[in-house]
Nanobody
Framework: QVQLVESGGGLVQAGGSLRLSCAPS????????MGWHRQAPGKQRELVAV???????DYADSVKGRFTISRDNAKNTGYLQMNSLKPEDTAVYYC??????????????WGQGTQVTVSS
């Protein structure tokens, strides 16, 4: 089972932007749904955005209008564009995905997380 690898986190000032990427660490057939989650210190992990295999998207109310989830099916890579960042967006961001290995094998994998810190 391959892992997902996130990248693109970092430190940014309030009002700034970051783009996170998520890609599998090895060879796969395809990805079905993909999601981005975040966990701030002392808080539960929350779903931030999700994108289906046909490109339908949904967002948590707290990020609607500021974050955009997208995917490149040819590269089996997902993205989270984060604009107008706020200090309350500070968290470790994780991606997960339903990975298709074969017609009979679909498994959910998670990434290791990438830190996003927004300074005021």
């Amino acid at each position: 089972q391959v892992q997902l690898v996130e990248s693109g986190g970092g430190l940014v000032q309030a009002g700034g932007s970051l783009r996170l990427s998520c890609a599998p660490s090895g060879s796969i057939f395809s990805i079905k749904a993909m999601g981005w989650h975040r966990q701030a210190p002392g808080k539960q992990r929350e779903l931030v955005a999700v994108i289906t295999s046909d490109g339908s998207t949904d967002y948590a109310d707290s990020v609607k209008g500021r974050f955009t989830i997208s995917r490149d099916n040819a590269k089996n890579t997902g993205y989270l564009q984060m604009n107008s960042l706020k200090p309350e967006d500070t968290a470790v961001y994780y991606c997960n995905a339903q990975i298709v290995y074969s017609i009979s094998t679909i498994l959910v994998s998670w990434g290791q997380g990438t830190q996003v810190t927004v300074s005021s």
